[in-house]
């Protein structure tokens, strides 16, 4: 089944301390992208990698960050988490093709809620 | 810069009524355009694309779009509202062609409840 995994789903953590949510597609797809969604904000793009070893700033970067050493894997950082990153957390996966991703839909993981206390 | 602002940030219908919900983008040239629907504890899946072919697209669930570009409007609609339409919806752009960068802008969202 083509899917894009997030783990873990809930995470209940302390102020500084280093976590990191992993993501998996198993899609063979180049480009993959982390978001946050707040109440009232929608979905706010945190990074994004448009293939191995190429990664990006989104809009709302700081206090994150990601890599990308194999395509199938994009995982998320939270090097000294602080309580405004409590959010819900997606990780997104989609195609490009023509060296380009715009117009092919993003496949979405189901989400990891995180809190930070 | 892009922007995306969908206006109601909650929209009530009769079941077998028309839904509409509203998108808006800002950007220097057409950007291809998407609507997800999310529901309850899930991620999002695609509704239906815009991606500079047909103007006016059909999606799932009887859904479906026309983009305006006079306008900068890309608005959602159904003809008759089911009782499982009730989700939040998201209006989203993606960078055009020809640019640099690959960034994803989504709207805020607009939360549909269906009466029955």
């Known amino acids: 089944e083509a899917q894009v995994t997030q783990n873990p789903r809930y995470l209940i953590t302390v102020t500084g301390k280093k976590l990191t949510v992993t993501c998996s597609q198993n899609?063979?797809?180049?480009?993959m992208s982390w978001y946050r969604q707040d109440p009232g904000l929608g979905l706010r793009q945190i990074y994004y990698s448009m293939n191995v070893e190429v990664t990006d700033k989104g809009d709302v970067p700081e206090g994150y960050k990601v890599s990308r050493k194999e395509k199938r894997n994009f995982p998320l950082i939270l090097e000294s988490p602080s309580p405004n990153q409590t959010s819900l957390y997606f990780c997104?996966?989609?195609?490009?093709?023509?060296?380009?991703?715009?117009?092919?839909?993003?496949?979405f993981g189901p989400g990891t809620r995180l809190t930070v206390l | 810069a892009q922007s995306v602002t969908q206006l109601g940030s909650h929209v009530s219908v009769s079941e077998g009524a028309l839904v509409l919900l509203r998108c808006n983008y800002s950007s220097s040239v057409p950007p291809y355009l998407f609507w997800y629907v999310q529901y309850p504890n899930q991620g999002l899946q695609l509704l239906l694309k815009y991606t500079s072919a047909a103007t006016l697209v059909k999606g799932i669930n009887g859904f479906e779009a026309e983009f305006k570009k006079s306008e900068t409007s890309f608005h959602l609609t159904k003809p008759s509202a089911h009782m499982s339409d009730a989700a939040e919806y998201f209006c989203a752009v993606r960078s055009p062609p020809k640019t640099s960068y690959d960034k994803v802008i989504f709207g805020p969202g607009t939360s549909l409840s269906v009466i029955p």
């Open positions: 899609m063979n797809h180049e480009y």
């Open positions: 997104a996966s989609s195609l490009r093709i023509g060296g380009r991703a715009s117009y092919n839909e993003q496949f």
